[in-house]
Nanobody, 128 residues
Framework: QVQLVESGGGLVQPGGSLRLSCAASGFTLDYYAIGWFRQAPGKEREGVSCISSSDGSTYYADSVKGRFTISRDNAKNTVYLQMNSLKPEDTAVYYC?????????????????????WGQGTQVTVSS
């Protein structure tokens, strides 16, 4: 049974940092695309970052480029999202998702309909 579980969310002050984790079970992250998405209240879900689990290539939305870093540890079957210099507008529920590696190499990084499995989400709140 494929399962993705996010953790690491919480309340942080502007300028602070958090590291989100996405632990996968029921399959191995050897040849997949893993994406991080977020959804703020009243807004549409948006893509944040995507990684190829085969070679670690990464892609970022402009809004987080230079502040967020996505990485993977295939031995732990886990993908991370390091978030630095957080802003109030980063407040959202963050989700990880996985799908065929074609997602990454076709440039469909944030085409959510192409992802097969989703986690339950973790809340990130940036506020003073």
């Amino acid at each position: 049974q494929v399962q993705l579980v996010e953790s690491g969310g919480g309340l942080v002050q502007p300028g602070g940092s958090l590291r989100l984790s996405c632990a996968a079970s029921g399959f191995t992250l050897d040849y997949y695309a893993i994406g991080w998405f977020r959804q703020a209240p009243g807004k549409e879900r948006e893509g944040v970052s995507c990684i190829s689990s085969s070679d670690g290539s990464t892609y970022y939305a402009d809004s987080v480029k230079g502040r967020f870093t996505i990485s993977r540890d295939n031995a732990k079957n886990t993908v991370y999202l390091q978030m630095n210099s957080l802003k109030p507008e980063d407040t959202a529920v963050y989700y990880c998702a996985t799908g065929p590696i074609l997602i990454y190499y076709s440039g469909s990084y944030f085409q959510s309909r192409m992802y097969d499995y989703w986690g339950q989400g973790t809340q990130v709140t940036v506020s003073s």
